[in-house]
């Protein structure tokens, strides 16, 4: 029987930091190896950055771009550990450094953990791929809690990238991230997307592929964090002793090409 994966949880103090923690708790292939916050943060087990990447074989990482980036250089300059790295918001500078990275060590690069919004995902690029542009408008839709600082969220750009890669476009080019006064006809081939903030939201996603006949709908409903943490967690087991790269959830879960 192979080992435990050792797992070192980044900014363990927060929400995404604790459900992590009781996934690997409660897992009997993986072992809380480390876990550390941002400098000076106090609580019970922390220890220091080059303590928890020297006793782990992969460390979760769900803070922000700018502490992911900067954890990314540093496994790539030690040469490990693994990461799998959950932060959401990042500009395509701070992607960039993450590949970048990925070239000396493997990391998990996705804005979604979940199993069901993979699948959905895979769900959305098909329905485009069948469905023309000239008949049916799409809009993606998420609601999340008013403690998220980043609109659209990543989940929602994923969709819409799956939608725009299913009808061969570029989605820079056909998206309309809101809408505000007179903002004319809306143009054919359009990939458009709505947002809601409110309330504990964990998190609500959908795709409307909407015509003049019909309107089919694809969603999803984040009920716990848990399912994110058990997503990444999967991803840490994955990768631990994976080649140099970068990979997704795709890659994980095994269906890269749908």
């Not at 923690?21 to 993986?30: F, K, L, M, Q, T």
């Not at 505000?180 to 809601?196: A, K």
Request: proline share 4%; charged share 20%.
């Amino acid at each position: 029987m192979s080992a435990p994966t050792r797992i070192a949880i980044a900014g363990a103090l927060g929400r995404m930091g604790q459900a992590v923690a009781r996934i690997v708790e409660a897992s009997p292939d993986a072992v809380i190896a480390a876990r550390f916050d941002r400098p000076g943060a106090e609580g019970p087990d922390l220890v220091t950055v080059d303590a928890a990447l020297a006793a782990a074989d992969v460390v979760v990482d769900f803070t922000t771009p700018a502490a992911s980036v900067d954890l990314a250089r540093t496994c790539a300059a030690r040469g490990g550990p693994a990461l799998v790295i959950g932060a959401t918001g990042a500009t395509d500078e701070q992607r960039a450094a993450i590949a970048e990275a990925a070239k000396s060590i493997p990391i998990v690069y996705a804005r979604n953990y979940s199993l069901g919004v993979n699948l959905l995902m895979s769900l959305v690029r098909q329905a485009a791929r069948a469905l023309p542009a000239e008949a049916y408008d799409i809009e993606v839709f998420e609601a999340h809690h008013r403690h998220k600082v980043d609109a659209p969220s990543g989940t929602a750009f994923m969709l819409g990238e799956a939608a725009a890669q299913g009808r061969g476009v570029d989605l820079a080019k056909v998206q309309r991230r809101a809408r505000d006064g007179i903002t004319g006809e809306r143009p054919v081939g359009e990939i458009g997307f709505s947002v809601l903030r409110g309330g504990g939201i964990v998190g609500e996603h959908s795709v409307t592929f909407a015509a003049e006949e019909e309107i089919i709908t694809l969603s999803h409903s984040g009920r716990d964090r848990g399912l994110f943490a058990r997503g990444a967690v999967a991803a840490a087991r994955w990768v631990a002793g994976r080649p140099a790269g970068l990979y997704d959830m795709a890659d994980v879960l095994g269906f890269a090409d749908d």
